[in-house]
């Protein structure tokens, strides 16, 4: 559904953060997106719905060729795309309920969405996903008030009232709490399999990676490192990835990781 | 910062010698500049006002005091017109200053070579004239009163307000734009969504603190005849009559007190 083809990134600095990339990801499919900091996961992320413009290569999503596209038509594809940060980026001074319909900017004119008159359909949906997420009762809360979970739950249901068919995630869980954290990935993969949405997940966390996705994988320094199954990152393949450290702990903490929680 | 060895041990010092004489020489320069400078402001004045001076202050405030108050009848409207200069000056301003601070601000302006350097050149012919000089010209082209005034605080306003508006856009939190961008939003809605929220504080500080300055200015306008108590201010002064003047400072100073009081309350409830 989803296809990068040879996508080269070149920063004005002459900073390399993509070197002929490419992947494939079918429908429904979540990958976890590893690798040390700097190896170019923002950029890849960014650069498949061009919040940075690649530099070479192709986005192909569907039969769309997102690379190809003129402003307007980038928009309607963008839709397609929900996105969802690190830092929350949700509009602090907004409401939640401003924030979750603010993800159906896609498909409202201005005037509506300048007075605030979305569609009633659209509405209704703000609530059910307010509901699925389990915060319902702050949708009239402004969005600075809320805890860093609940702020990341809204910026999931802002990205999914795209109605989207992929998900773009950038370090859900990197300023959230290991409990959280597990609930925020949770909670986008389950998502991801009622909805049948592909995800591309950037994650720092390996064993938390581990812990939920289908496949993994490692970008280093803006290459292809690694790419199989969860079960196949071996501390050989983490040495590959991140450079030579003891990955015997990383691994191993699944088990304990999850009987602490419990 | 040097080191050196003495004796085996490491000295630091915040200077080398030689940087220490330069400052020391530097300190010295300045100092001979400012006696020679107060010797000849010494010798241009002539001494006998000066000493002078705190009788005939004395004689003034006895004769200003005890302000007239009947001529309070005389003071309601022009006071009523110097705070509606203020207000519809700075609203009138505001208007103006929107567009002109997104187009200067880096983040948002359509073309940094050719729109931005304008919008910056509006900006500063607008600050870098007093509100009085504009009045001045006004009155010339526009003959002297109310509107002559509102329009000096105006074009006297723009250029403070877009500028701190620009530097409040600068400074905004680009992921909150990228977030709004990455839902397939059009420009103007990225604007209205991502960047109005964030800017609402300053916009509203702005506001209210540029309207506090305006109150001010405009008690002076009617100096030069646009408008306001500065009018009365100036014929009294001319016909010394010092009751009356006493009267209208105290009058100016309570509208700038309330209208002080009044921003403070304001930003207070915004921030």
Redesign the interface.
């Known amino acids: 559904m989803l296809r990068l083809d040879k996508l080269v990134k070149t920063y004005r600095t002459g900073d390399q953060a993509l070197k002929s990339v490419e992947i494939e990801v079918p429908i429904g499919q979540v990958v976890a997106l590893i690798g040390p900091s700097g190896a170019g996961k923002s950029t890849l992320i960014r650069c498949i719905?061009r919040?940075v413009e690649p530099s070479g290569g192709k986005v192909w999503l569907d039969d769309v060729e997102l690379t190809a596209l003129s402003s307007g038509a980038l928009?309607?594809?963008?839709?397609r795309?929900g996105?969802i940060?690190q830092?929350y980026?949700?509009?602090?001074?907004?409401t939640v309920m401003?924030n979750v319909l603010?993800?159906?900017?896609?498909?409202v004119g201005?005037w509506r969405?300048?007075l605030r008159r979305f569609p009633q359909k659209d509405v209704d949906e703000a609530f059910r996903l307010l509901d699925r997420v389990g915060l319902l009762a702050m949708a009239d809360k402004r969005a600075d008030e809320l805890s860093g979970g609940q702020r990341q739950r809204v910026?999931i249901a802002?990205a999914l009232i795209?109605n989207p068919a992929l998900l773009?995630v950038d370090e859900p869980t990197a300023s959230l709490d290991p409990k959280t954290s597990r609930q925020i990935m949770r909670l986008i993969c389950e998502l991801c399999a009622e909805r049948g949405l592909a995800a591309i997940i950037n994650i720092h966390d390996v064993a938390l990676a581990q812990m939920f996705v289908q496949r993994v994988i490692g970008l280093k320094a803006g290459e292809i490192a690694f790419d199989g199954p969860p079960d196949a990152l071996t501390p050989e393949v983490l040495t590959r990835i991140y450079g030579e450290e003891d990955w015997q702990a990383t691994i191993k903490t699944d088990e304990t990781a999850e009987e602490a929680v419990a | 910062m040097p080191v050196r060895e003495i004796a085996g041990a490491k000295v630091w010092r915040r200077r080398t010698t030689g940087e220490a004489m330069l400052r020391w020489v530097g300190w010295l320069i300045g100092v001979a500049i400012f006696v020679w400078c107060w010797q000849q402001i010494s010798a241009s004045t002539t001494w006998f006002f000066v000493w002078d001076a705190p009788r005939i202050a004395g004689d003034i405030i006895d004769r200003a005091t005890p302000p007239r108050w009947s001529y309070m009848e005389k003071l309601w409207w022009p006071i009523w017109d110097t705070i509606n200069i203020a207000t519809l000056g700075t609203l009138i301003a505001l208007v103006l200053a929107v567009p002109v601070a997104f187009l200067a601000a880096r983040n948002t302006t359509p073309s940094t070579w050719i729109i931005r350097p304008v919008a910056l050149f509006i900006i500063v012919a607008s600050r870098s004239i007093n509100s009085l000089i504009w009045a001045l010209l006004l009155i010339a082209i526009i003959g002297p009163g109310v509107f002559a005034g509102i329009l000096a605080i105006a074009i006297r306003s723009v250029g403070f307000c877009a500028k701190l508006l620009y530097e409040a856009i600068e400074e905004i939190d680009e992921t909150q734009v990228e977030a709004i961008t990455a839902t397939g939003a059009s420009r103007w809605q990225v604007m209205v969504y991502g960047i109005v929220p964030q800017i609402m504080p300053a916009f509203a500080g702005i506001s209210v603190f540029r309207w506090d300055i305006n109150i001010r200015e405009s008690t002076v306008l009617g100096l030069v005849g646009a408008g306001g108590i500065g009018l009365q201010l100036s014929g009294s002064l001319n016909t010394l009559a010092w009751p009356q003047v006493s009267l209208i400072l105290l009058v100016i100073l309570l509208a700038v007190v309330i209208s002080e009081w009044v921003s403070a309350k304001v930003r207070g409830a915004i921030i």
């Open positions: 719905n919040l928009r309607r594809a963008r839709r795309m996105m940060f830092e980026a949700l509009v602090e001074r907004l401003e603010s993800g159906r900017l896609g498909y201005f969405s300048l910026g802002r795209q773009l």
